[in-house]
Structures are given as C-alpha cells and as structure tokens.
C-alpha cells in the first residue's frame, strides 16, 4: 500500500473514531445521517427516538456471563435494537423477555451476519464473550469480526468487566446536546 494511500485510510479512522466518539459521548446514534450530519458541523442534536443497535455473542462456556451482565442492564438494553446470534439470542429471550433480531450461530455465518452490519455502518455496540480456553472451528470468522470492529472503531466487549464500562454508558441519560 502506498504511503499517500494509507495515510488517507488513517485520516479516515482517526475522524471516524472522533466523530463516534463524540456521538457516544453524547448518548447519539452513530447511524449513518447522524455521522453525516456531525461530519457536516450540525448541532444541536435531540436522541430521545434513536435507539442504539447492539450485537451480542457469546461462545457456549460464556453465555451464563452474558447473561448475568444482560440482567443487570436489562431495562437499558430494552430501549436498543439487539442483534444476537441464535442460541444467545433465545436465551436473551427466554430468560430475561428481551426480543432480539436473530442471526445464525457463529460456526454458520452469523459473526459474519454481524460483520456485515459493522461494514454497513449499522452496528454500535459489540458484545462478544470470548471463550479463550476453547478451540473455534470458525475462528477466522471471530477474528474477522474483531479486525472489523476494530477498524471501524465499534465499542466493544470481550469480557464482563469490559462490557461493565458499556454498560454504563447505556445507562446514561440521552439529553439534547450541542456538539
């Protein structure tokens, strides 16, 4: 890759991640037109409809964990849009009422599912609990999803004591905000 070109690629992460970050900050959607407008200096912005889209995964010995960490936020989570792969996601459902969107279990194809709403610019949350013990036949799918992530500058949890901080900031109240 040429010098020129990735610098062009870091200028974009790096304003990328500000603009994310401010919107977080805020309590803001980082959906498309809420970036675009950012991007474009308008302010002040009001929240109180958007909602945020959160993923959540968890491997087979983590979703106790997830789901503790999921009660605890429960009445947060409720005003979100989640995405979860199956088996997560009937258990969201069954244990704790919530009502997530349903991809394929990891090992066929929904961290790419997920992936694929981060490279849409759709996802701004991650929570994935990572069994680090375990051999994945898919790992290259969790690894993609993590570079992803990553490069697009999601927040995002591999562990509850992460996903403790995220979870803070969900619960933060969403107010009118000039930035």
Same mark, same amino acid.
């Given at each position: 890759?040429? /010098?020129?070109?990735?610098?062009?690629?870091?200028?974009?992460?790096?304003?990328?991640?500000?603009?994310?970050?401010?919107?977080? /900050?805020?309590?803001?959607?980082?959906?498309?037109?809420?970036?675009?407008?950012?991007?474009?200096?308008?302010?002040?912005?009001?929240?109180?409809?958007?909602?945020?889209?959160?993923?959540?995964?968890?491997?087979?010995?983590?979703?106790?964990?997830?789901?503790?960490?999921?009660?605890?936020?429960?009445?947060?989570?409720?005003?979100?849009?989640?995405?979860?792969?199956?088996?997560?996601?009937?258990?969201?459902?069954?244990?704790?009422?919530?009502?997530?969107?349903?991809?394929?279990?990891?090992?066929? /194809?929904?961290?790419?599912?997920?992936?694929?709403?981060?490279?849409?610019?759709?996802?701004?949350?991650?929570?994935?609990?990572?069994?680090?013990?375990?051999?994945?036949?898919?790992?290259?799918?969790?690894?993609?999803?993590?570079?992803?992530?990553?490069?697009?500058?999601?927040?995002?949890?591999?562990?509850?004591?992460?996903?403790?901080?995220? /979870?803070?900031?969900?619960?933060?109240?969403?107010?009118?905000?000039?930035?």
């Amino acid at each position: 890759m040429s /010098g020129n070109r990735k610098d062009s690629l870091d200028d974009q992460a790096q304003d990328s991640a500000k603009t994310r970050l401010r919107l977080l /900050g805020a309590g803001l959607s980082s959906s498309q037109p809420a970036l675009d407008e950012v991007r474009n200096g308008a302010g002040p912005f009001v929240n109180s409809c958007d909602r945020q889209t959160i993923a959540m995964v968890a491997h087979d010995a983590k979703k106790a964990d997830l789901i503790a960490w999921a009660r605890v936020n429960a009445a947060n989570l409720r005003d979100n849009r989640i995405v979860a792969t199956e088996t997560t996601g009937l258990l969201l459902k069954s244990e704790l009422g919530l009502n997530p969107e349903l991809v394929n279990s990891g090992p066929l /194809g929904g961290d790419q599912e997920i992936g694929a709403l981060i490279a849409c610019g759709e996802l701004d949350m991650l929570l994935f609990f990572i069994d680090p013990l375990d051999i994945h036949p898919h790992a290259s799918d969790i690894q993609s999803l993590i570079r992803l992530a990553t490069l697009r500058d999601i927040p995002a949890a591999y562990s509850p004591s992460t996903a403790h901080f995220l /979870g803070e900031k969900l619960a933060q109240p969403r107010a009118v905000v000039g930035l």
